[in-house]
Antibody, heavy 118, light 107 residues
Framework: QVQLVESGGGVVQPGTSLRLSCEASGFFFSSYGMNWVRQAPGKGLEWVAALWYDGNKEFYADSLKGRFSISRDTSKNTLYLQMNSLSAEDTAVYYC???????????WGQGTLVTVSS | EIVMMQSPATLSVSPGERATLSCRASQSVRSDLAWYQQKPGQAPRLLIYGASTRATGIPARFSGSGSGTEFTLTISSLQSEDFAVYYCQKYENWPLTFGQGTKVEVK
C-alpha cells in the first residue's frame, strides 16, 4: 500500500535552515508528481511546492519568495524540502502528498511539525 | 492568480441532516476541483475529484457538483464521523490553491 512518511521537523531559530524528508513506498516513486502542503496552527491548508513527475520541473507558492527548494532522490524514494531563512510565519505542519496525474492529491503523509521560535 | 473562496466558514448541522458547502473560484477552473476532509490531528483525505467523482471508498452520501467557478459539496445525511473541516482545491494550473475551509460542527 502507498505510504508517505515525513521527517525532519523540529524547533529551529529564526533565520536558520531545515530540510524535511518524505520517504515513499508502495508505488513507483519516479512516476508521480510530489508536493508539499503546510498548515499553520489552527489555519487552513497552503500548497507550498511541487516537483513534476519526471523531476525536471519545480513549482512554488509565490509567498515563499525563493526560500524553499523541492527535490528528490529516486534511489532512496525520498522527497525533500529545503527551507532557508525561516521565520515564525513558517511554523506549520508540513505534509507531503502524491499527486495523481496532473490533478488532485490522493495520498498524504501524516505530517511533520516545524516550529520556528527563538 | 485564482482565489478559492469557501462558504460558510462554519456550518452547524444536526446529525442526519443535509449539509451543503460552497466553493467559488475567482476565474474558471473548469471541473478541475477536488474536495478534502480533515479531522483534528489527521492529514486531509480526498473525497471528490473532477468536481463530482467520489474517490475510492468514499460513501455515497458525499456528492459534488458544479463547474467553472461555482462548486458544491453535499453531505446528504450527516453521520457523526462527518463532523470535520472541508477544503476545496483547484488543480487546473499553478498554484494549486486551497480554499480557506468550512468547518462542519454539531448543532
Amino acid at each position: 500500500q502507498v505510504q508517505l512518511v515525513e521527517s525532519g521537523g523540529g524547533v529551529v531559530q529564526p533565520g536558520t535552515s531545515l530540510r524535511l524528508s518524505c520517504e515513499a513506498s508502495g508505488f513507483f516513486f519516479s512516476s508521480y508528481g510530489m508536493n508539499w502542503v503546510r498548515q499553520a496552527p489552527g489555519k487552513g491548508l497552503e500548497w507550498v511546492a511541487a516537483l513534476w513527475y519526471d523531476g525536471n520541473k519545480e513549482f512554488y507558492a509565490d509567498s515563499l519568495k525563493g526560500r524553499f527548494s523541492i527535490s528528490r532522490d529516486t534511489s532512496k524514494n525520498t522527497l525533500y524540502l529545503q527551507m532557508n531563512s525561516l521565520s515564525a510565519e513558517d511554523t506549520a505542519v508540513y505534509y507531503c502528498a502524491r499527486r495523481e496525474e496532473r490533478s488532485y492529491f490522493n495520498y498524504w503523509g501524516q505530517g511533520t511539525l516545524v516550529t520556528v521560535s527563538s | 492568480e485564482i482565489v478559492m473562496m469557501q462558504s460558510p466558514a462554519t456550518l452547524s448541522v444536526s446529525p442526519g441532516e443535509r449539509a451543503t458547502l460552497s466553493c467559488r473560484a475567482s476565474q474558471s477552473v473548469r471541473s478541475d476541483l477536488a474536495w478534502y476532509q480533515q479531522k483534528p490531528g489527521q492529514a486531509p483525505r480526498l473525497l471528490i475529484y473532477g468536481a463530482s467523482t467520489r474517490a475510492t471508498g468514499i460513501p455515497a452520501r458525499f456528492s459534488g457538483s458544479g463547474s467553472g467557478t461555482e462548486f458544491t459539496l453535499t453531505i446528504s445525511s450527516l453521520q457523526s464521523e462527518d463532523f470535520a473541516v472541508y477544503y476545496c482545491q483547484k488543480y487546473e494550473n499553478w498554484p494549486l490553491t486551497f480554499g480557506q475551509g468550512t468547518k462542519v460542527e454539531v448543532k
